[in-house]
């Protein structure tokens, strides 16, 4: 019991107040302005950013703030992955890591200002050819901390990426022996990372139990040893 009011409330006003760390920011100001920001947004849930913000002014502030070169992934992930470990650490018994990955899609004018994540096949053209096109959007590979009783406690690690340009895996594949390609030079390597992350982060590793999916273990099995 006591593990699951930790990781609901932890006797804050508001949930959102655990999950921010406002002196990881560079400038005090853009701390506060996230406070306000992921209240708005956790109270709008499943929302657009307009329907949150509920008035012009704080939806500009809004978007001001996602393009403030000041403002980096860390800075915002930083509070949250504190929170996890202080209800990882409140809680008793082992811990499982579930690793995966998410795929974010868009449909805009100019994907290039986004990125791409894969090649698709689109079905055949009208003589019968195979079509593929690249998909615009953004990756995120994830640890997600859950109870044994399936209770969530947050991310120990997480990270984002795509493609400035779709380089054709499968065409390189061709070209190269993938056997022979350092993991660190791998797109696959995201799952170590995860893991070392994960270990950095959490503390207490003997109680953790990594979980990943077959394809991602055969493709790490090559690397060196998690230091």
């Known amino acids: 019991m006591g593990c699951e009011m930790s990781a609901r409330n932890n006797g804050s006003a508001h949930w959102s107040e655990q999950e921010v760390d406002e002196a ?8 506060r302005r996230f406070a306000d920001l992921l209240k708005q947004l956790g109270d709008g849930m499943g929302g657009s950013i307009p329907f949150a913000c509920q008035d ?20 915002i992930l930083s509070g949250h992955i504190a929170a996890t470990r202080a209800r990882y650490e ?6 499982l890591l579930l690793q995966d990955t998410t795929e974010f899609t868009y449909q805009r004018r100019n994907p290039h200002e986004v990125g ?17 096109h690249t998909v615009c959007g953004i990756l995120m590979h ?3 901390a859950v109870t044994i ?19 054709g895996t499968a065409a390189l594949k061709r070209k190269i022996n993938p056997t022979r390609v350092p993991i660190e030079k791998k797109e696959s390597v995201r799952w170590l ?6 270990i950095a982060s959490a503390g207490q590793t003997d109680r953790c139990i990594h979980a990943a999916t077959a394809r991602a ?11």
């Open 56 to 75: 012009w002014a704080n939806t500009k502030a809004t978007y001001r703030f996602f393009s403030n070169a000041k403002v980096e992934e860390g800075d």
């Open 24 to 31: 990881a920011f560079k400038d005090a100001r853009l701390g």
């Open 149 to 167: 009783e399936g209770l969530p406690l947050g991310l120990s690690s997480v990270k984002f990426w795509n493609c400035d340009k779709f380089k």
């Open 193 to 198: 990372e995860n893991l070392r992350q994960s």
């Open 217 to 227: 273990i055969f493709r790490s099995s090559t690397a060196s040893p998690i230091s």
């Open 116 to 132: 791409f994540t894969k090649s698709i096949n689109s079905g055949r053209d009208k003589e019968g050819r195979l079509r593929h």
């Open 142 to 144: 994830s640890s997600l």
């Open 90 to 95: 409140a809680c008793k018994g082992p811990i």
